[in-house]
């Protein structure tokens, strides 16, 4: 469990989880089909963006819920002012972290099935 968090933590960070030097991406938007490093393939089938949705919905949905609840008691916020903040802000989230919540998804793969050399 704990090679797992590890390994969670070093994709989060966009970072290799079976070394932990080389970088999961290229960019904004091009992830990298291998370590260039220790060579470790990333994609290892075609549904492993699934994993990564749940990853990144499961996480907004927990920061959107605690902030809806925090705002409300917090606040006189009207319904319709939660609406327009919280949809913005989960579509912000998700467009920024997108590519952290993959490098937990690959720490998560890792750890649970070891991610495999060409």
Not at 19 to 33: A, F, K, P, V, Y
Not at 60 to 78: E, K, M, R
Not at 79 to 90: M, Q, S, Y
Request: charged share 15%; hydrophobic share 45%; aromatic share 8%.
């Amino acid at each position: 469990m704990a090679s797992m968090l590890r390994a969670a933590w070093v994709g989060m960070q966009l970072r290799c989880p079976a070394c932990g030097e080389g970088r999961i991406s290229r960019g904004l938007t091009t992830m990298n089909q291998s370590c260039p490093q220790c060579g470790v393939t990333f994609e290892r089938d075609e549904g492993d963006f699934l994993g990564a949705m749940v990853v990144a919905y499961s996480i907004t949905s927990v920061l959107v819920g605690v902030g809806i609840y925090v705002v409300a008691v917090t606040t006189d916020l009207p319904v319709t002012g939660h609406l327009i903040l919280w949809t913005v802000f989960a579509g912000l989230f998700l467009l920024l972290t997108y590519r952290n919540m993959k490098g937990i998804w690959l720490g998560i793969l890792h750890g649970m099935v070891g991610l495999r050399r060409p």
